[in-house]
T-cell receptor, first 112, second 114 residues
């Protein structure tokens, strides 16, 4: 069985501060990937960052980093120096190529 | 969304009507997917395809059919639409290369069934 859990329905953060969005996963696949996508109010799904289950180091992409803790089965997204344009819904996803599933999302609001 | 298009962008159907959603890609990726997104539910996989001529069921396949006659196109059909199928539908693609699981999404189709 596979499951992605995002326990924070909504988050607030002050502009220029860092914020962590939580994600835990449960999978029986020996090889899998974990993702984060951003969905602004316009509706498109924007890929942010990816972490493979065998990657030794945490993935980083600009202001985004993925805090991957395999023993805890967590894949939290850290956004540094938040910007107003970061206000959006964020989805954690995970699985293998044909079994990707998503959490229910976290709505992030960046306040000036 | 580059390389993945969805047609139409919006559609309103009456209960019992049928329609087909088209996903087209120009990235030559093997894997294609159809998801639906409902409030509070995240995205759920309906059907997927790992290559031309192949299809498989996802998490919520009932009421939908799919076809992948050409590598670049993945069609999602609703034979008899129901109000429960009111949703936003996303198509996604992936390379299919082992270890590369990144998915690229289309812009979505908003479907309302009355």
């Amino acid at each position: 069985a596979q499951k992605i859990t995002q326990t924070q329905p909504g988050m607030f953060v002050q502009e220029k501060e860092a914020v962590t969005l939580d994600c835990t996963y449960d999978t029986s696949d020996p090889s899998y990937g974990l993702f984060w996508y951003k969905q602004p109010s316009s509706g498109e799904m924007i890929f942010l960052i990816y972490q493979g289950s065998y990657d030794q180091q945490n993935a980083t992409e600009g202001r985004y980093s993925l805090n991957f803790q395999k023993a805890r089965k967590s894949a939290n997204l850290v956004i540094s120096a938040s910007q107003l344009g970061d206000s959006a819904m964020y989805f954690c996803g995970g699985g293998a190529t044909n079994k990707l599933i998503f959490g229910t999302g976290t709505l992030l609001a960046v306040q000036p | 969304n580059a390389g993945v298009t969805q047609t139409p962008k919006f559609r309103v159907l009456k209960t019992g009507q049928s329609m087909t959603l088209l996903c087209a890609q120009d990235m030559n990726h093997e894997y294609m997917y159809w998801y639906r997104q409902d409030p509070g539910m995240g995205l759920r996989l309906i059907h997927y395809s790992v290559g031309e001529g192949t299809t498989a069921k996802g998490e919520v396949p009932d009421g939908y059919n799919v076809s992948r006659l050409k590598k670049q196109n993945f069609l999602l059909g609703l034979e008899s639409a129901a109000p429960s199928q009111t949703s936003v539908y996303f198509c996604a693609i992936a390379t299919g290369i082992a270890g590369n699981y990144e998915q690229y999404f289309g812009p979505g189709t908003r479907l309302t069934v009355t």
